[in-house]
Every structure is written in structure tokens, then in C-alpha cells.
Nanobody
Framework: QVQLVESGGGLVQAGGSLRLSCAASGRTFSRYKMGWFRQAPGKEREFVAAISLSGGSTVYADSVKGRLTISRDNAKNTVYLQMNSLKPEDTAVYYC???????????????????WGQGTQVTVSS
């Protein structure tokens, strides 16, 4: 089992920044890839970013490239999502997820992830 706990969400004005954290426990953190997803009101959950085991490879949704950055600290069992230049359309509940597969490449599909956190709300005001 893997337990994931997100933190760092909140209310921010457009153009501002937030850093989300996701603390993992239960298995060796460096053995699973991590991803961030989000779900806006009335919409389906969507992929945001993902990172490889070592952090050397990352992938992003087009809508967040250049503004959001995923990183990980395997010594702290934590994955981060640095969010800059935030827009009102970034408002959503943000979830971190763990992918325990043997795939080397970080993955984008929700059904490829095995464990999920409870989510943290991010609200961007205009």
C-alpha cells in the first residue's frame, strides 16, 4: 500500500504562485513514478504533469507547460508541483498519484496510476 497526502493548496490571485507538496509513505518512494492531475468543477479529471523515478524525465500537459514544474525529493519521499503565473482556469482540486508499473517513461493516463491522494483545492481569482 502507498499513502499519499497533498498539501499547499489555497486561494491566490491570477499571476501568483503556489507550491503543492505530496508526501508518500508505505513503500520505497524512489521505486514509483509520480503524477499530478486536477479536476475543475463540472469537468473530468485531467493530467497535469508526471515525473520519472529519478526525476530526470518529466512530461506536462500543454496547458501548463512553462508555468508549472514537477519535481521530487526521494530523500524526503515527496513530490512537488511549483505553480507560477497562475490563471483562473487553473482552479481545481489537485491530486497526486503513484504509478508502480515497470514503465520507465512517466505516463499521462489516469487509469495507469495505482494510488491516489485525497486532493488539495487550488483557487485562482481574477
Amino acid at each position: 500500500q502507498v499513502q499519499l497526502v497533498e498539501s499547499g493548496g489555497g486561494l491566490v490571485q491570477a499571476g501568483g504562485s503556489l507550491r503543492l507538496s505530496c508526501a508518500a509513505s508505505g513503500r520505497t518512494f524512489s521505486r514509483y513514478k509520480m503524477g499530478w492531475f486536477r479536476q475543475a468543477p463540472g469537468k473530468e479529471r485531467e493530467f497535469v504533469a508526471a515525473i520519472s523515478l529519478s526525476g530526470g524525465s518529466t512530461v506536462y500537459a500543454d496547458s501548463v507547460k512553462g508555468r508549472l514544474t514537477i519535481s521530487r525529493d526521494n530523500a524526503k519521499n515527496t513530490v512537488y508541483l511549483q505553480m507560477n503565473s497562475l490563471k483562473p482556469e487553473d482552479t481545481a482540486v489537485y491530486y497526486c498519484a503513484a504509478d508502480l508499473s515497470l514503465s520507465v517513461v512517466p505516463r499521462r493516463r489516469e487509469n495507469e496510476y495505482h494510488y491516489w491522494g485525497q486532493g488539495t483545492q487550488v483557487t485562482v481569482s481574477s
